[in-house]
Nanobody, 130 residues
Framework: QVQLVESGGGLVQAGDSLRVSCTAS????????MAWFRQAQGKEREFVAV????????HYGDSVQGRFTISRDSAENTVYLQMNSLKPEDTAVYYC???????????????????????WGQGTQVTVSS
């Protein structure tokens, strides 16, 4: 059974940094497309960042470009989202998502559509106060 467990959320002030983690079981993250999405109260789920397995490539949503960094630790089977210069508008529940590509070509696709991911974590709340 594939499971993703997020951790590391919390309450921070504007300008602070925070790192959230996503640990996978039943799935080898180095072979999967791993992504972070977020959902603020009353809003649709929004793409944040994605990391492709091989070759490793990253892509970010416009609102977080230059501030957030997605990375992975294959030994820990964990994906991270480092968030710097946080703003109140970054307040949301942050979700980790995974999709195992069925081909080498599919592994190269940068997928920002949440409907394309079939495994999700339970989410971790990040709150940024002004």
């Amino acid at each position: 059974q594939v499971q993703l467990v997020e951790s590391g959320g919390g309450l921070v002030q504007a300008g602070d940094s925070l790192r959230v983690s996503c640990t996978a079981s039943g799935l080898t993250i180095s072979t999967a497309i791993m992504a972070w999405f977020r959902q603020a109260q009353g809003k649709e789920r929004e793409f944040v960042a994605v990391l492709t397995p091989n070759p490793v490539a990253t892509h970010y949503g416009d609102s977080v470009q230059g501030r957030f960094t997605i990375s992975r630790d294959s030994a820990e089977n964990t994906v991270y989202l480092q968030m710097n210069s946080l703003k109140p508008e970054d307040t949301a529940v942050y979700y980790c998502a995974a999709r195992v590509p069925r081909s080498v070509m599919e592994a190269l696709v940068i997928d920002t559509d949440p409907g394309r991911y079939d495994t999700w974590g339970q989410g971790t709340q990040v709150t940024v106060s002004s």
